[in-house]
């Protein structure tokens, strides 16, 4: 039995989006199609069965959130002025 998922990852600006997509599009190779639109990344993974899914599926997001963390870290957003009393 084939199993099949689709993610939906929005992304506060497409900058962060590409930079993500652009890190765990890399290992991609048959398993998950990333795919970017704006600041929205859809990632579609298919296995042979739940269980291989489920874990196509834990190690894409983990790759995601490093990549995320790593692109806040390396592009803090600014930090606005306090306004004096």
Do not use: N, Q, W
């Amino acid at each position: 039995m084939r199993a099949r998922a689709t993610l939906t990852l929005k992304f506060p600006d497409a900058r962060t989006a590409k930079a993500v997509a652009d890190s765990v599009s890399l290992d991609d190779e048959g398993y998950i199609r990333t795919r970017r639109t704006g600041a929205t990344i859809t990632a579609t993974a298919t296995a042979d069965g739940p269980m291989p899914l489920l874990h196509t599926l834990d190690d894409y997001l983990a790759c995601v959130s490093v990549a995320e963390r790593t692109t806040e870290a390396a592009h803090p957003r600014a930090r606005r002025r306090r306004r004096r009393a």
